[in-house]
């Protein structure tokens, strides 16, 4: 069984922080590159940020970097995105997604996605 669900969502100003976890049940978790893809009312699913098996790499969206960070800690099956300077555009469920992979690539297609987490940013 595999499973991903997202926590860590919920509503902040613009400025603030939040942290997404992502816990996995995949096995083994350090054979998947993981990523985090968000849809926000009326658009269509972006990337957001994504990190290597091994978290040497690291790839984020141009409208969040500076301003998002991934991390992952394999031996907890967990990966992370710390959110910082929320801006209101940044509202949307987040969802994380994992891929098989040696190494990454931002077009490789995602095997496995989470349920979602929301989060709102209030202007």
């Known amino acids: 069984q595999v499973q991903l669900v997202e926590s860590g969502g919920g509503l902040v100003q613009a400025g603030g922080s939040l942290r997404l976890s992502c816990a996995a049940s995949?096995?083994?978790?350090?054979?998947?590159?993981m990523g985090w893809f968000r849809q926000a009312p009326g658009k269509e699913r972006e990337f957001v940020a994504a990190i290597s098996w091994s978290g040497g790499t690291t790839d984020y969206a141009d409208s969040v970097k500076g301003r998002f960070t991934i991390s992952r800690d394999n031996a907890k099956r967990t990966v992370f995105l710390q959110m910082n300077s929320l801006k209101p555009e940044d509202t949307a469920v987040y969802y994380c997604a994992a891929q098989t992979c040696t190494f990454y690539s931002r077009s490789r297609p995602y095997d496995y996605w989470g349920q979602g987490t929301q989060v709102t940013v209030s202007s």
């Open positions: 995949v096995r083994p978790f350090s054979s998947y590159c």
